[in-house]
């Protein structure tokens, strides 16, 4: 089992920079596939970006593309989102997920989550 949680948001003006942590606990973190998504207010959760085990296979939703770069540190049990060129647009509830058998942007393939941390882009 993995437990998970994310730090690293919180209020910045349009077109600044955000880098949301996530930190897991448990064993065999270097097992999972990692991944961010988000859920703004009144939406549906939505996938960011995604990272293999080894972190050779990268995977980014259209919108994060350019913008965003994730990444993980095995060795610390640790998940990154590094955010550029932040809009109002990017404003919800980041979450982080680790999954084991699957792979990819739909909620299913992954097995545990983080409670989220907030990010809030200001114009």
């Known amino acids: 089992q993995v437990q998970l949680v994310e730090s690293g948001g919180g209020l910045v003006q349009a077109g600044g920079s955000l880098r949301l942590t996530c930190a897991a606990s448990?064993?065999?973190?270097?097992?999972?596939?990692m991944g961010w998504f988000r859920q703004a207010p009144g939406r549906e959760r939505e996938f960011v970006a995604a990272?293999?085990?080894?972190?050779?296979?990268?995977y980014y939703v259209d919108f994060a593309k350019g913008r965003f770069t994730i990444s993980r540190d095995n060795a610390k049990n640790t998940v990154f989102l590094q955010m550029n060129s932040l809009s109002p647009a990017d404003t919800a509830v980041y979450y982080c997920?680790?999954?084991?058998?699957?792979?990819?942007?739909?909620?299913?393939?992954?097995?545990?989550w983080g409670q989220g941390t907030q990010v809030t882009v200001s114009s």
């Open positions: 997920a680790a999954g084991l058998r699957g792979w990819g942007s739909a909620s299913r393939e992954y097995e545990y």
């Open positions: 448990g064993r065999n973190f270097s097992s999972y596939f």
């Open positions: 990272i293999s085990y080894s972190g050779h296979r990268i």
